[in-house]
């Protein structure tokens, strides 16, 4: 049974929002957390102060869960997708786009954890 128009076209969006949306996820966290330490740890260096590396710590492995959670639940659309569109020659790209968006949401998933991981084993303001 194929696919109707318009619900093709919305799981054709899903299927490729469940493909970018890891990626984003992955270089929003590793540009955050960069920015957050950087910024912070300059800022209150530059005002005589010892920032509070405990805060800024948690405040980007916060950042972290968020766009992890963001990654998997797109994946997790990317996998819906890919179990409801049917088996034909029509919709082979469709399901395609939808097993991609699960291994990218587990590969850049798993990047974005190591990037969470930094701040709890070495020093944010070193």
């Known amino acids: ?3 109707a128009g318009p619900n093709k076209s919305r799981s054709t969006r899903l299927a490729v929002a469940g493909v970018l949306v890891p990626p984003a996820a992955w270089l929003g966290a590793l540009g955050l957390s960069y920015l957050v330490q950087d910024f912070a740890c300059t800022a209150y260096t ?3 102060h010892s920032p509070p590396t405990t805060v800024i710590g ?3 492995v916060g ?3 968020v766009l992890l959670v963001l990654a998997l ?3 997790g659309v990317a996998w ?3 179990r409801r569109t049917p088996d034909t020659e029509h919709s082979a790209p469709l399901n395609f786009l939808g097993l991609l ?3 990218l949401s587990l590969g850049f998933g798993a990047g974005i954890v190591l990037v969470a991981v930094n701040p709890l084993v070495l020093e944010v303001c070193a």
């Open 1 to 3: 049974m194929p696919t």
């Open 46 to 48: 530059s005002a005589g």
């Open 58 to 60: 948690a405040v980007v």
């Open 63 to 65: 950042l972290d869960v």
């Open 73 to 75: 639940a797109a994946g």
């Open 80 to 82: 819906r997708v890919h």
């Open 101 to 103: 968006g699960l291994l």
